[in-house]
């Protein structure tokens, strides 16, 4: 890698950001720990899971001051460029395109690691430090985070530009609908508001619980509907791809049906007297919500 001093200088006179992160050296010093060592991994993911139109820059042996030009407290001993790129992409679903150099400044040696943007999303394979497998970290100003599977489908959309097909359509439906729960919940929530909701209920409520269930039911019919031509189009893709392929969507359609059960016994709560305040339901559908759009996300990469 190609880097003046003029560069680093202007890099440490800035604000940590998408694109600039300073990190001080002890994680990486012989002897350090896997919780220590995954730091340095996890911020360089995240640099590489975040959108960005520039190179971004980790600056080792760097602290930010606030307001002014960062302290250059040094590395500690020299980083072998080798070495870091075995640490980081040994581990990871695909490799990761970054570069690593020093440069002397203000007669000390800066780690400088030169992440340009890059294919998404990216991810361990296997956990290590504090690092999950299958966790995607994305770079939110200065601080990273664990992105949400929407955030995950996003990565692929903008960095593939994958067409309309048949699948992506399904997909994208499955993924929009995955939320229909939350209708549901409200449904209940609303009805549990009504007066005498189940037993001698006075007439003047009768057309307010009507109406309820009629809006809810005209949702539910659209809702039932998609996730009916989504699941016919995934199978008809099914037994067009790779078996590898075959499997992935069998998931996917395995855990639509966990999810639209888990919808219909929300439904169902809603007709019955004490299930109103029975949590399980709920936490299910939460549950099942959340396996499906992972791996609606996952196949979407």
Do not use: C
């Not at 002897?31 to 340095?40: L, T």
Request: proline share 5%; hydrophobic share 35%.
């Amino acid at each position: 890698m190609s880097l003046d001093r003029d560069k680093v200088e202007a890099l440490l006179s800035q604000p940590e950001s998408t694109t600039l992160d300073f990190k001080d050296a002890g994680y990486l010093a012989a002897g350090a720990k896997p919780e220590q060592k995954s730091r340095i991994v996890k911020h360089i993911l995240a640099f590489a899971n975040t959108y960005r139109r520039e190179d971004a820059y980790i600056l080792i042996g760097v602290k930010e001051q606030p307001g002014s030009r960062a302290i250059v407290t040094g590395l500690l001993q020299h980083l072998d460029g080798a070495h870091l790129q075995e640490l980081v992409n040994k581990k990871t679903n695909r490799a990761v395109e970054f570069e690593y150099d020093t440069v002397t400044i203000d007669g000390k040696n800066v780690g400088v690691v030169r992440i340009p943007p890059q294919p998404r999303p990216t991810w361990l394979k296997k956990d290590f430090g504090t690092m999950k497998a299958g966790e995607v970290r994305v770079r939110q100003g200065s601080s990273t985070f664990v992105a949400s599977p929407e955030q995950i489908y996003k990565m692929g959309v903008e960095d593939m530009g994958r067409s309309g097909d048949a699948e992506r359509g399904s997909l994208d439906s499955i993924l929009k609908n995955a939320t229909f729960h939350k209708r549901a919940i409200r449904l209940i929530d609303d009805i549990s508001k009504l007066p005498g909701h189940f037993d001698d209920r006075p007439p003047e409520y009768a057309g307010e619980l009507r109406a309820l269930r009629n809006a809810f039911n005209t949702e539910y019919d659209a809702f039932d509907a998609a996730i009916s031509a989504a699941r016919a189009m995934l199978r008809s893709v099914r037994g067009r791809v790779p078996v590898p392929d075959q499997e992935a969507i069998t998931a996917i359609l395995d855990a639509l049906t966990e999810y639209q059960n888990a919808v219909n016994a929300l439904v169902q709560t809603s007709h019955e007297r004490f299930g109103l305040q029975h949590g399980y339901p709920r936490e299910d559908a939460e549950r099942t919500a959340g396996v499906l759009s992972n791996l609606v996300a996952q196949r979407r990469i």
